[in-house]
């Protein structure tokens, strides 16, 4: 009787997954710096659209407003054109020193700092004049403002064409996915409009979320400590009640109403138009503070508030080396 061969069973070997779908997979878990960066200015986009949709009344108005914003409406002959103007203002009016070029780390990076004498802050202004000095177009630097500023018939196009962003994540997230430096001023108003007794120290506001902006889009942070900007118009009352009775946080999101010595106005609210008193602005560029790229540490609360303070401290120590340098106490 004839037996039926014995057959061998055998088994498919296993689809290979496409190369395209494994890169994804592995994109997925570990991305790169650049991948990071794209998926983080995305999300901010789409968050902070929806904010400015969700607002209403004059608040809505400069939310849309401030909104409007290009990394591609800088102009080069501008600020070409301009060196005429802050040349000789930075040169000779301001005496400005500035130091430390050779710490900042390869573009992109979140450069963080301080600033005084709101609305023009002239020492936030000549960090980012001096930028322009020493790299051009071969590396820009965007500055920030506050949403009021940006939305200001002329002065928010000025702003713009000098390549300010509005102090949101989207637009500070699309710069720094794009390559760009972002100098960022995270005390806002609490910082700009402080009292002239307390100019030599360094106020963020308690605010983290740039520590959080910058695990986010892969970035390290590059403190600047600054001091001599307060001098150009020394603020006497901060006026947070003033602000609270007139509404101002709900309008224009401030929670303060200073009055200051300012010129040609002497003592009067800090909000207006001012001439610069000829103060002495010293400034500094500390060495890059490096964070963890993982998302996951951005709701760290502990980790972000340690490196929060290690920025501030940084700024702190650079202003108290700055300031010892003072020959006198006001202009000096």
Known sequence: MATKPKTTKTTKPAAKKPAKKKA?????KHPTRQQQADRYAEAAREKTEARRADADGLAGTIAGRAGDWS????????MEKQKYFWNP???????????????LPPPPALIV???????FVWDAWTVGVQ????FGQDRILHGTAHDALMAMPGVGSYFRRMGVLPAAADSIAGALAAGRDVALWPGGEIDSLRLWTERDKAILGGRT??????????????PVATVGGPDSMPVLVRGRRIAKLMQLDRIARLKLFPIAISAPWGIAPAALPEIPLPTKIRTAFQPPVELDRDPEKANDKAYVDAKYEEVRQSIQRGMDTLARRRAFPIFG
């Open 131 to 134: 930028w322009w000095r020493h």
């Open 209 to 222: 979320g740039f520590i959080r902006m910058a695990i986010n889009a892969g970035v390290p942070i590059v």
């Open 71 to 78: 990394l591609d409406v800088q102009s080069s002959e501008l």
């Open 24 to 28: 994804a997979a592995a994109a997925a």
């Open 113 to 119: 700092g301080i600033h005084s004498g709101a609305p």
């Open 89 to 103: 203002l930075m040169d000779y009016y301001f005496r400005m020193e500035i130091e430390g070029w050779e710490l």
